[in-house]
């Protein structure tokens, strides 16, 4: 199968850690990236490969690899991560991309 | 500044056609593959097609197979999408995002991801 999984939504009390989950087979062979979306903005990259974050993204985030789950965690949420979270990775053929469908973080 | 501007989204009729327009600028754009990527109101993120640097190799969605195309004039630093047959389920924002990609030594695969996206426009299909 080409498809990610996500839980549709996941809360987090403010300050407490938290971690998105994402399953596929695909992802035994290739890394998952990660994508921030706030209500009515383009996607951001906010961890990719192995666990690599872009310059601008807070160290609370961080990605793992397990088989075929990977995480994002967010350690001591803040207000301002509540947002929807995107998992995405290749497709069987390595050369299709397939996106989760999406976890949506409150932070209580 | 490393910027992605897309253009040419608007109202278009079931059956009716449409290109959009995405202007790079900061970054040597004949050096990255790009993709786009559409969310439907409401929903997730959907990626569409993809071309790498050069054109030689380009990749679709199944669900826009036969109906869209995507191109690049790097001369221009664009890329674009021409989008025919419409049915009303492509109605999305499309956002073009440039592709980085790097090999992983560990694992002999190359790590892949859309590091800059533009700010979407957005394509409405009704009649």
């Known amino acids: 199968s080409s498809e990610l999984t996500q839980d549709p939504a996941v809360s987090v009390a403010l300050g407490q850690t938290v971690r998105i989950t994402c399953q596929g087979d695909?992802?035994?062979?290739?890394?998952a990236s990660w994508y921030q979306q706030k209500p009515g903005q383009a996607p951001i990259l906010v961890i990719y490969?192995?666990?690599n974050r872009p310059s601008g993204i807070p160290d609370r985030f961080s990605g793992s690899s397990s088989g075929n789950t990977a995480s994002l965690t967010i350690t001591g949420a803040q207000a301002e991560d509540e947002a929807d979270y995107y998992c995405?990775?290749?497709?069987?053929?390595?050369?299709?991309?397939?996106f989760g469908g999406g976890t949506k973080l409150t932070v209580l | 500044e490393v910027q992605l501007v897309e253009s040419g989204g608007g109202l278009v009729k079931p059956g009716g056609s449409l290109r959009l327009s995405c202007a790079a600028s900061?970054?040597?754009?004949?050096?990255?593959?790009m993709n786009w990527v559409r969310q439907a109101p409401g929903k997730g993120l959907e990626w569409v097609s993809s071309i790498t640097g050069s054109s030689s190799y380009i990749y679709y969605a199944d669900s826009v197979k036969g109906r869209f195309t995507i191109s690049r004039d790097n001369a221009k630093n664009s890329l674009y999408l021409q989008m025919n047959s419409l049915k009303a389920e492509d109605t999305a924002v499309y956002y073009c995002?440039?592709?980085?990609?790097?090999?992983?030594?560990?694992?002999?695969?190359?790590?892949?991801?859309?590091?800059?996206w533009g700010e979407g426009t957005t394509v409405t299909v009704s009649s």
């Open positions: 995405n990775s290749r497709d069987s053929s390595g050369n299709h991309l397939v």
């Open positions: 995002a440039r592709d980085t990609q790097y090999y992983d030594i560990l694992t002999g695969h190359t790590v892949r991801y859309m590091d800059v």
């Open positions: 900061g970054f040597t754009f004949s050096s990255y593959n």
């Open positions: 490969g192995r666990n």
């Open positions: 695909n992802l035994r062979t290739y890394f």
